[in-house]
C-alpha cells in the first residue's frame, strides 16, 4: 500500500495531523517509538494537559525566524481548537492568564479523543516502532524503515511528516531523530538549547537558595530584553517556577537576571508610611508582611532585619529597596533537558514554506511541532504550534 504520508511521532503534531488527514480522506501511518502515544501530553500542566492559550500570538514565540509562524497561527486559531476539542466531548476552563485547561483536568482525555478519531478514521498507528531509515525513491515516493516487535519492514507513502518533537525529556522518548533528517536532506538546523527550563545557582550564594527550597514567591522577572510577571520557587538547585521558567527561554550563559520582588509594592513607601507611625516595628516584621517568615529572615543575609524602622538610616532603607526590587540574580545554568518543557532551535524554518511547512529543498518533507525553530512561552503556546503546524501539514500531504 502507498499511504498519502507516514508520520514519523504520535505526539501532539503527529495525533492532529492523521486526524486532519483523515477528515480530507488522505490514508496514513503514524509510527510512535514508546509503547503509547501522546507521553508529553500526558505530563503537561501536571497531567492536566493545558492544551492552548487564549491569548495566543506570534510574539509569544520565539524564531530566529520571527514572522515564520503568523500563517499557520492564522489558519488554525485558538477558536479552532477549542472548537476542536468541544466537538469531541472536552471544554475547557481558565486557570490563570489565558491558559485553557480540560474541565475534568485530565490530561489522559486529550489523548483519548485522538485515539478514538484516529480509530474511527481508520488511521493506523504502530507504536513500539522504531523508525530506521527515510529515503526518497527516484519516483519521487517515500520508504520508510522500521523496526517493529523485532522485525524490521518498510512502508512506503507520497509524503513523510517528521513530528518527533525535541530534546527535552529522554525518558520519554525524546531524541534527536528530527534534527538526523532534517541533516541527512541537507536542511540547516538553529543550535539547540532546553528551554522552559529550571535554572541552577552554584557558588557562594547556593545554600542560600536551596534552604529557602520550596518558598514561591510572585515576582518580576527580566533581562534586557523581556520581562514576566509570575511566580518564582526557590529549590535545592536554585530557581524554577513559571516566571523563572518563562525568562530560561530568553536566558543566555552569564547573564544576570533581575527580581521585582514586589513588583506592585512600592517598600520605600511601607517604611515611610511606618516612619510616620513612629517606626517602632522592625524591618523584619515589614517583611513577613508581604513574604513567609522564612524568606523573610533569609533576606538577613543582605539587609539589618533586626532594625526598627525609625532607626535606620537613608542609605540602608535605599539597600532595602534595592534588594526588593533589584535582587540580582546570575544563574550557573540550566537543569537541562532532563528538566525542559520544551527545546529552542531546531530545524530552520527558512527551509520550510510557511504555508505549508513543506521542506523547500525536498518535495513531499514537512516538519512540524517542538522540531521547529518555533518556540512557545510557557502556558499552552507550544501545544496551540502543535494543533496548528499539523493542521497546516494535513492540508498538503
Not at 534552604?211 to 514561591?216: D, P, V
Not at 527580566?222 to 521558567?245: K, M, Q, R, V, Y
Not at 530560561?248 to 507611625?277: A, C, F, K, T
Amino acid at each position: 500500500m502507498i499511504y498519502d504520508a507516514i508520520i514519523i511521532g504520535a505526539g501532539a503534531c503527529g495525533m492532529m495531523c492523521g486526524v486532519q488527514a483523515g477528515y480530507l480522506n488522505k490514508k496514513v501511518l503514524l509510527l510512535e517509538k514508546n509503547d503509547r502515544p501522546g507521553a508529553k501530553i500526558l505530563i503537561s500542566g501536571g497531567g492536566r494537559c493545558n492544551y492552548t492559550n487564549l491569548y495566543t500570538a506570534p510574539k509569544n514565540f520565539l524564531s530566529k525566524n520571527e514572522h515564520f509562524c503568523k500563517a499557520a497561527l492564522s489558519q488554525w486559531t485558538v477558536q479552532d481548537t477549542i472548537d476542536f476539542f468541544e466537538s469531541n466531548g472536552i471544554s475547557g476552563h481558565e486557570k490563570t492568564l489565558g491558559q485553557l485547561f480540560p474541565i475534568s483536568n485530565k490530561a489522559k482525555d486529550v489523548v483519548g479523543v485522538f485515539i478514538k478519531l484516529l480509530q474511527q478514521l481508520t488511521q493506523p498507528l504502530y507504536l513500539d516502532t522504531v523508525v530506521t531509515s527515510v529515503t526518497k525513491r527516484s519516483d519521487k515516493l517515500f520508504n520508510v524503515g522500521f523496526s517493529r516487535h523485532g522485525k524490521t519492514d518498510i512502508a512506503t507513502a507520497r509524503s513523510v511528516v517528521i513530528a518527533s518533537g525535541g530534546l527535552p525529556i529522554p525518558k520519554l522518548g525524546a531524541s534527536d531523530f528530527a534534527l538526523k533528517i532534517a541533516q541527512q536532506f541537507n536542511l540547516h538546523v538553529v543550535p539547540t538549547t532546553p528551554a522552559l527550563v529550571p535554572l541552577t545557582i552554584t557558588g557562594k550564594d547556593a545554600d542560600w537558595f536551596s534552604a529557602l527550597a520550596g518558598n514561591s514567591i510572585f515576582s518580576r522577572v527580566s533581562n534586557d530584553i523581556i520581562s514576566f510577571e509570575e511566580s518564582i520557587l526557590f529549590t535545592h538547585w536554585g530557581l524554577s517556577g513559571p516566571a523563572i521558567l518563562q525568562i530560561s527561554s530568553y536566558w543566555q550563559p552569564g547573564e544576570s537576571i533581575h527580581i521585582n520582588l514586589l513588583p506592585h509594592i512600592d517598600i520605600m513607601h511601607v517604611i515611610q508610611e511606618e516612619r510616620g507611625r513612629g517606626g517602632k516595628r522592625l524591618l523584619l516584621n515589614i517583611l513577613q508582611d508581604h513574604f513567609t517568615k522564612k524568606f523573610a529572615e533569609a533576606l538577613g543575609k543582605f539587609l539589618p532585619i533586626d532594625k526598627k524602622i525609625a532607626s535606620m538610616s537613608k542609605q540602608e532603607a535605599k539597600e532595602v529597596h534595592r534588594v526588593i526590587h533589584h535582587f540580582v540574580v546570575k544563574p550557573a545554568g540550566t537543569k537541562g533537558y532532563d528538566k525542559a518543557e520544551v527545546m529552542k532551535g531546531g530545524v530552520d524554518t527558512q527551509e520550510l514554506s510557511s504555508k505549508t511547512l513543506e521542506a523547500k529543498k525536498v518535495s513531499g518533507l514537512f516538519f512540524g511541532g517542538e522540531c521547529l525553530d518555533v518556540t512557545g512561552w510557557l502556558g499552552g503556546y507550544n501545544f496551540q504550534w502543535a494543533w496548528a503546524s499539523a493542521y497546516i501539514i494535513a492540508q498538503h500531504i
